[in-house]
């Protein structure tokens, strides 16, 4: 009868055993599997730079309405899911540096990707000038040798941080504001404009990464400023960034006013990185009950049962 009663008990010790192993065994293989770093599916996956920006013409007359104007931006930022791969990235990219002069949509609410291939400063004044169009309506210092002459200066330039989500003090979302005015044999002198903004990590080369739609100022007003808000998504590492801005007069390839971290401290050593490195930290909570046993503690448990129940067979 002892007999019988302990094949029975190791029997039972036995399929306890069997089940913690297989138990222990399914929880080592999921945590392997959650362990593998997000950064390399990132990596595979994305292109090596993009970012989403959206461009707002300021005309509000109040803080309200051109608060109201950057929440929408934001808004449109967030819905932009970034590119998957580089062919997506490559067809949603900008195909076209110069912008068609329209008049209409003051506050041009589109997403622009840039991504793939970025280009330079130098890369996008050459393409500029290879287009064949006049140089520009401020070259001349005769106003009577252009029909049209306009000279051209950039007020102010300002820049805000906005989404820092692992609080290390380096932001993936920001914006650069700047007001372009204009002098011309008229009062309150028109003008359509665009202007491309690049990016310099710690002094290094300009690379572009937005082109603004066509936007018109008047004189020197102060309610024609625009906006230009980015989400860098990936190949931003975190490090400090200049910001730099060249304007160009719509049916002109020459820039007609510029201003960068060398003229305003707002656009120097802006601590950004792209989302992919800008994660909220993770929460790890372990729960503990007096009333159970864990894996790992009938995994023991198994073990020392086999162990004792091989001790008494011998």
Known sequence: MNTLNKQGMAATVNGHFIKATAIAALFLASSAVSAQPRELESSQSLTPFTAASVGIAKKAENSEQAAEQEQQALALLQQAAPAKNVTEA?????????????????????????????????????????????????????????????????????????EDFDYDGFYQTFSVTFDVDVNGAYLNERADLFAELYLSRNGGPWVHYYTTDVFTIYGDSTQDDYEVLTTLYTGYATDHYDVLIDVYEVGYSDIVATISADETDSLYALPLESSDRDREPEVIVVEESGGSLSVWGLLFLGLCAGLRMNRTRA
Request: glycine content about 2%; charged content about 15%; overall charge positive.
């Open 90 to 162: 490559a067809a949603a990219a900008v195909k076209s540096l110069a912008p068609v002069l329209s008049a209409k949509s003051p506050t041009a609410n589109r997403v622009q990707l840039m991504g793939a291939s970025p280009m330079t400063r130098e890369q996008v004044t050459a393409k500029h000038a290879s287009q064949g169009m006049p140089s520009s309506s401020a070259t001349s210092e005769d106003p009577y040798r252009a029909p049209v002459y306009h000279s051209f200066s950039i007020f102010d330039a300002s820049s805000r941080l906005f």
